[in-house]
């Protein structure tokens, strides 16, 4: 069974980068077609999604975070890292890494992907 578990820092300040790591186990980030990504959600709205990593190492991203935001990986250590820069308050959201096994960009519907992680939230306060 696939398992994401995100990881990072609780608090940002603003201006500041926010840095997110899913850690991917029982089955690999290279694996054929998938596509790993992330999403938030901020109180009081719907699901966001940010961008996503391929299985050979190709990116994606939202149109509206395109650039702020950079998505990496590390095959040796099965993980995938999301950065988004010069945060404000308004980037406050739980933020979760997820996989979908036909690469699909842009899901917005949880049930659509094969597997989600538990999700983190993340404050953007000084």
């Known amino acids: 069974q696939v398992q994401l578990q995100e990881s990072g820092p609780g608090l940002v300040k603003p201006s500041q980068t926010l840095s997110l790591t899913c850690t991917v186990s029982g089955g690999s980030i290279t694996t054929n077609y998938y596509g790993w990504s992330w999403i938030r959600q901020s109180p009081g709205k719907g699901l966001e999604w940010m961008g996503v990593i391929a299985f050979d190492g190709s990116t994606a991203y939202n149109p509206s975070l395109k650039r702020r935001t950079s998505i990496s990986r590390d095959t040796s250590k099965n993980q995938f890292s999301l950065q988004l820069m010069s945060v404000t308050p308004e980037d406050t959201a739980v933020y979760s890494c997820?996989?979908?096994?036909?690469?699909?960009?842009?899901?917005?519907?949880?049930?659509?992907?094969?597997?989600w992680g538990q999700g983190t939230q993340v404050t953007v306060s000084s």
């Open positions: 997820a996989a979908d096994g036909r690469l699909r960009v842009g899901l917005l519907n949880r049930d659509e992907y094969d597997y």
